[in-house]
């Protein structure tokens, strides 16, 4: 496996294109509608938001993938399209657009949206964009670079990757963007990402993948802990490596997932990274735990906890409040085996150990913890659980970001 | 019922001190050793924190409790003896030194302790401070006050209140003393409460008044999300008031619980409202929730919500991070029945109808939100269920608070 240029185009046979439409109205020079289209129609599946409030886009797109087949993808981001008026109206007017100007049909069109809650989808402005997008559609590092910045709201950097691998004897690729938390008008940071596979998959062994993929990906990254009404992630393959047709779980599968696994870990990172106002990405990685479910748990509470997070931020090797989000992370284990270490490219250091705090040096560790990315390696002494899971720091800008005033 | 003067002191029997003794080392001015004491013995009851790390006096004062008497306390601020070397010798140390004073028996001393977390606690200075604490002791305003002083530790404001009402014909009195999250170098926000009372109430029935009330008042606040090992609150009732004492879940047992329920939920929005860097304290009501737990979870979500704190912060009526809040609380619920007001002593603004966004006066809502005390109401239209809870907002503060180097 190796990776490769081209993100959502890497793959045979699809091409994308990005372009500023009108629904970001403060700014033209942003892209704000994406396409992603395949040369022929593909198995697909999706996750969503467990969201029990959920956008319009997100409604329309799991009925869609009823039948496990698309062919496109149309998104628009400045606006969610969520607790909107004519919301799943509105989304269904972009999924004919799109089908129009392709020539499929409108079930074979994937939808979502992110930006602003609670507000009309300015869907005419997208459905004048559609014909202009489809004409610039390519199969280049370009397009998808162009689709990349398109789904961006207040992200920072755009999120991308794509990876080769042989499944079957062929070479297949596969090829992801995604945006993670941000905004226009500050509302909540939509997850979205969309990946592309040349390699031949049944719909079933898709969604298997995809479901085994986001748990140990997306799932285990959070950046303020808020899930968004429109988090979205999709997978379009459309066979054409010319590999035989992975209908079970065999090798070929194991193949194909552990791909997507390192596509998909490579852009949760991206996510947790650039999570809004971040300065650090923290690994969070428990060992010995009673469980991997148990290790991950732990996990996810210490990235998540704001304590540990502002600590982070101010480069303070506050252990005390990492046993503090273990302990009240719901799983049990006795704190007296704990042992914390912080490590980053600048050192590694022992902080805890056995539950009690060690004497160590306070120059070196927040050294350590100064890098843009650093680690919390936790040691339990339950059993053989381990885990990983991504956060970033709470900062100055994330409370600018989310506190300034909408209008 | 009304509220009077007094905190700790206010009730019969009860006397109070607090001073330095050098637990705080960077500023001799701050208290750091307060002491309760009962002339007589007390039915007494404790409810502590559900982190599976406890700190060593909540372990201490929890074996203490067994017998469901006790007759003081004592607290330190500025070290939180929690993941320290001798932890529970040093808790129980503490005890000794008061029961010593005293002239009662260790077992009837409960204890506390609040600051920096795997730090050995200087539990030689307590001891040398303990008799003139001793000695220090008064059944007074200014007592009750010196021992709220010294269980501060970023506490902007001192929290006490009391409460007379009639039990049984007779003049009960109750009052407390709590300190909400802050910290002398930043580690967790523990809460601690002490609550005194002349009731005549048998063991059982003060526990039992005790679960009920800090599910109501304690639970139903949120500053961080983080729960701290050493959450504690405790009551003392010495039944120096001449009832009959209430031993059963009569008429009497309601008059007390209406009481103690008052005073908790005083306390519990004082700790709320000085939170951590807050300027706004944000009051979320939800009405006509399937259940009262339904409703709790609910509004819990949403003052617990990050991305709804940092609006609060930015006086945005950000109605959409509400919606979501709701969303991802783990309760179900339609969506499209969901009605939003935000108010203040500015006014009362619609903001959300059936799930939908309402136009509405962002100057109206700018001013409402820019009040102190800040209401999030939500009608869900599902039941009968209600609840409020308590919270406040994100701000540079809190990140800079949380941020700072410990040393």
Same mark, same amino acid.
Request: hydrophobic share 40%; aromatic share 4%.
């Given at each position: ?28 020079? /942003? ?40 062919? &496109?993808?149309?998104?628009?981001? @400045? ?29 074979? !069109? ?5 930006? !602003? ?7 005419? !402005?997208?459905?004048?964009? !559609? ?47 995604? /945006? ?27 969604? &298997? ?8 990906? #997306? ?20 066979? *054409? ?71 982070? #931020? ?11 989000? *273990? @302990? ?28 009690? @705090? ?21 040691? *339990? ?27």
């Amino acid at each position: 496996m190796k990776e490769i240029a081209g993100g959502v185009c890497a793959a045979k046979g699809f091409r994308a294109a990005g372009i500023h439409v009108g629904v970001k109205t403060h700014n033209v020079q /942003k892209k704000d509608v994406a396409l992603i289209v395949s040369d022929v129609m593909c198995a697909a599946a999706g996750v969503f938001t467990t969201n029990v409030v959920k956008a319009a886009p997100v409604l329309v797109s799991r009925a869609h993938l009823a039948d496990g087949k698309a062919k &496109a993808i149309v998104c628009n981001s @400045g606006n969610a399209n969520a607790c909107a008026p004519q919301g799943e109206e509105n989304a269904e007017r972009m999924c004919d657009a799109a089908a129009k100007a392709i020539g499929c049909a409108s079930g074979d !069109v994937l939808v979502a949206s992110t930006g !602003v809650i609670g507000q009309t989808l300015k869907v005419d !402005v997208i459905e004048d964009g !559609v014909p202009k997008l489809y004409a610039l559609l390519e199969a280049s590092e370009a397009a998808s670079d162009a689709a990349a910045h398109a789904i961006m709201t207040t992200d920072t950097v755009k999120k991308e990757v794509a990876v080769e691998t042989t499944v079957g004897g062929k070479t297949v690729r596969m090829g992801g963007i995604a /945006k993670g938390s941000g905004m226009i008008h500050p509302n909540m940071g939509t997850m979205l990402c969309f990946l592309t596979t040349d390699c031949a998959i049944s719909p079933e062994m898709i969604h &298997a993948a995809l479901l085994e993929t986001a748990q140990v990906s #997306f799932n285990r990254i959070s950046v303020d802990g808020d899930t968004s009404t429109n988090d979205t992630c999709i997978v379009l393959a459309n066979g *054409m490596a010319g590999n035989a047709e992975i209908t079970e779980k065999n090798e070929d599968y194991a193949a194909f997932l552990e791909a997507l696994k390192v596509l998909c870990t490579k852009l949760a990172r991206m996510m947790a990274k650039d999570g809004e106002g971040a300065k650090h990405l923290i690994t969070c990685t428990v060992q010995g735990a009673a469980s991997e479910k148990s290790a991950e748990t732990i996990a996810k509470s210490v990235i998540s906890s704001t304590l540990t997070k502002a600590a982070i #931020f101010g480069c303070d090797a506050n252990w005390g409040r990492v046993l503090c989000a *273990m @302990g009240y992370s719901g799983e049990s284990f006795d704190p007296d085996k704990v042992d914390v270490h912080f490590a980053s490219g600048a050192g590694d250091i022992a902080v805890c150990e056995q539950g009690r @705090g060690l004497p160590f040096d306070e120059e070196l560790a927040k050294k350590i913890l100064s890098e843009d990315e650093v680690e919390i390696n936790i040691q *339990m002494g339950e059993g053989d659980g381990a885990c990983t899971c991504w956060g970033c720091d709470i900062t100055y800008d994330y409370i600018k970001i989310n506190g300034d005033y909408r209008t």
